[in-house]
């Protein structure tokens, strides 16, 4: 019997349907035992990779950047060969396999996927959920009640998301610029204005903090950038959450958004045999990404399941109301370095808006960080 330790983060999206999936009979038949440890989701963000791979076999949720300079994770070419990765590239919905790419290989498989996506209490609106930033900023205007997700390293990847919205993907034609002065005067504008009135009960919260905390009270009716979580749509207890996509600058534009969502990353030290193989690749099949892993609470990666109407129907059409935004969501930087620069971009974009700090100063910090973590990357 082969044993494999396995880590992953201690939510239901992302314990349950793994470890239903380890406990199908067909799996010790085949002679494959696979244990799934957990961990805080924050846990990821700041527990090196390398760490993590030299203890477990699989690893939920790599930083690319960081596991390629650690040499520490077996690429999807290596394992399953350039044909079947080009498949399931095709079935993934938007950059969900493509974000693990670097240095011409892929290195998780994309088990789940997420990116940041409008929520509203829509019994608690007087009018249309807003599509457009504007019609964000005249909502919280009029309430008091839109809520940023700025808590860890959130307030950074909202900054990146309104860049990519208002036309103008952070880091992606010059990566050595994070954002142009005048994109980045703009969203800082933006974001300052909105974290002015945004409700101090949810401040320091998470994605999920935030969730819970709308779910139960009724002091935020809209966070226009969070990381979605399907489970909130259908909730056991408290509101149900309507999830759309999120904020265009204008109408037809991108919906700005940064992917997140987790991949299944493959330790060096982990021993590859058929039973592996077939179990990883099951785990990407239609018959578990339609059926078993919305039905057991985790939230799929493949194109077909977002547009599936079983899947809609019992999950309130949060999978058709936001795949346009997981089609077009933006890619963050993934050179070794840039997990530390999104920390403490956030930190600084925080203290800036209780400072109510003048914007080219602050721009002029984020290029900084920006510039020092890509040259701190590239000598390790």
Request: overall charge negative; glycine content about 8%; aromatic content about 8%.
């Amino acid at each position: 019997m082969q044993r494999l330790r396995a880590l992953t983060w201690n939510h239901p999206r992302g314990y349950n349907a793994l470890a239903a999936a380890a406990a199908r009979p067909e799996l010790a038949e085949s002679g494959l035992a696979i244990a799934w440890d957990k961990q805080p989701l924050e846990g990821f963000e700041s527990h090196p990779i390398a760490d993590l791979c030299a203890r477990y076999d699989l690893v939920d949720h790599p930083h690319v950047g960081e596991a390629m300079a650690g040499d520490c994770l077996q690429s999807l070419e290596a394992v399953f060969g350039d044909a079947t990765v080009r498949t399931l590239e095709a079935e993934s919905i938007g950059p969900s396999l493509r974000s693990y790419r670097f240095g011409d290989a892929h290195w998780a498989l994309p088990l789940d996927a997420a990116t940041q996506v409008m929520a509203a209490r829509a019994d608690l609106l007087d009018a249309p959920v807003p599509e457009l930033w504007g019609e964000v900023v005249a909502l919280s205007q009029r309430t008091g009640k839109v809520a940023l997700s700025l808590a860890g390293p959130h307030a950074a990847l909202s900054f990146l998301s309104i860049a990519a919205a208002f036309g103008e993907p952070p880091a992606e034609k010059e990566p050595d610029v994070l954002v142009s002065r005048e994109a980045g005067r703009r969203v800082y504008e933006l974001m300052l204005d909105l974290a002015g009135r945004s409700p101090r009960s949810v401040r320091d919260k998470n994605p999920i903090g935030i969730l819970d905390h709308m779910a139960a009270n009724d002091d935020v009716v809209l966070c226009p950038l969070v990381y979605g979580y399907v489970n909130y749509s259908a909730p056991e207890r408290g509101h149900p959450i309507a999830f759309g996509n999120a904020p265009r600058r204008m109408p037809g534009g991108r919906p700005g958004s940064t992917l997140g969502g987790t991949g299944i990353g493959i330790s060096r030290r982990c021993e590859i045999t058929p039973a592996l193989k077939q179990h990883l690749l099951w785990l990407m099949s239609r018959q578990a990404q339609v059926g078993f892993i919305p039905a057991h609470d985790g939230q799929p990666s493949r194109r077909e399941a977002w547009h599936d109407q079983a899947v809609n129907a019992r999950w309130g059409g949060f999978y058709e109301s936001t795949a346009d935004t997981l089609e077009q969501a933006y890619v963050r930087p993934r050179h070794n370095g840039y997990i530390a620069f999104q920390g403490k971009a956030s930190a600084l974009l925080r203290q800036a808006f209780e400072d109510r700090a003048p914007a080219d100063a602050v721009l002029d910090s984020l290029q900084a960080l920006h510039e020092s973590h890509r040259a701190a990357g590239s000598e390790r």
